[in-house]
């Protein structure tokens, strides 16, 4: 346990350097001699079921999990409780936002990146969760594919695709677009004041 932890979140749309930003946390982690536990999504299978990959090559072996029980589940299972926490693609695994700000509470440095916001526009509640206990939280830019420009949104291109708002995939179905050109703000939903 950590006298003094943190919680960092990075967060953005698909291919902003999330996993690349986490990566580069538990490299400086692992210099400081930190004992470091990571996890990501048993759903995320896309470049190596067992390794968190960054779309640049980066890489950390990480442990799959379903829920944010079994992270706990495996940490118990630990020789030695670690000093950090790392999670790739939070947004996938339910109930991880208790488990990651229990942990933080409990004296672990936790780190996560993750999506914020779906294709269709809406936050994801795990992350919304995180983001209140988080210490710093950094909002990563891709490059809109139309214009160029700071890109915050992601675009789902086969959008009549109704397999769910957590489809795992890449550049294939996948593009970050800016505020403009993302197809969730031209459905502008009525604000309810209730």
Same mark, same amino acid.
């Given at each position: 346990?950590?006298?003094?932890?943190?919680?960092?979140?990075?967060?953005?749309?698909?291919?902003?350097?999330?996993?690349?930003?986490? $990566?580069? @946390? +538990?490299?400086?982690?692992?210099?400081?001699?930190?004992? !470091? &536990? %990571?996890?990501?999504?048993?759903?995320?299978?896309?470049?190596?079921?067992?390794?968190?990959?960054?779309?640049?090559?980066?890489?950390?072996?990480?442990?799959?999990?379903?829920?944010?029980?079994?992270? $706990?589940? @495996? +940490?118990?299972?630990?020789?030695?409780?670690?000093?950090? !926490? &790392? %999670?790739?693609?939070?947004?996938?695994?339910?109930?991880?936002?208790?488990?990651?700000?229990?942990?933080?509470?409990?004296?672990?440095?936790?780190?996560?990146?993750?999506?914020?916001?779906?294709?269709?526009?809406?936050?994801?509640?795990?992350?919304?969760?995180?983001?209140?206990?988080?210490?710093?939280?950094?909002?990563?830019?891709?490059?809109?594919?139309?214009?160029?420009?700071?890109?915050?949104?992601?675009?789902?291109?086969?959008?009549?695709?109704?397999?769910?708002?957590?489809?795992?995939?890449?550049?294939?179905?996948?593009?970050?677009?800016?505020?403009?050109?993302?197809?969730?703000?031209?459905?502008?939903?009525?604000?309810?004041?209730?």
């Amino acid at each position: 346990m950590q006298g003094n932890p943190t919680f960092s979140v990075y967060v953005g749309p698909m291919f902003s350097s999330k996993t690349t930003k986490l $990566l580069s @946390a +538990l490299e400086r982690f692992k210099y400081q001699r930190k004992r !470091v &536990a %990571v996890f990501k999504p048993s759903l995320d299978d896309r470049y190596d079921p067992s390794e968190v990959v960054s779309h640049s090559g980066w890489t950390a072996p990480a442990l799959t999990v379903k829920t944010g029980a079994d992270i $706990l589940e @495996a +940490l118990a299972q630990m020789p030695d409780e670690p000093d950090v !926490v &790392a %999670v790739d693609e939070a947004f996938m695994i339910p109930n991880v936002a208790e488990v990651l700000t229990w942990l933080y509470r409990n004296g672990i440095t936790v780190i996560a990146s993750t999506l914020d916001i779906s294709y269709a526009g809406k936050p994801f509640h795990e992350v919304e969760k995180m983001l209140a206990w988080a210490t710093h939280i950094e909002k990563c830019a891709a490059v809109c594919t139309i214009c160029g420009r700071d890109a915050f949104y992601t675009h789902k291109k086969l959008i009549d695709d109704d397999r769910g708002e957590i489809q795992v995939g890449g550049a294939e179905l996948y593009e970050p677009r800016c505020f403009q050109h993302h197809l969730a703000v031209d459905k502008r939903e009525k604000i309810h004041t209730e």
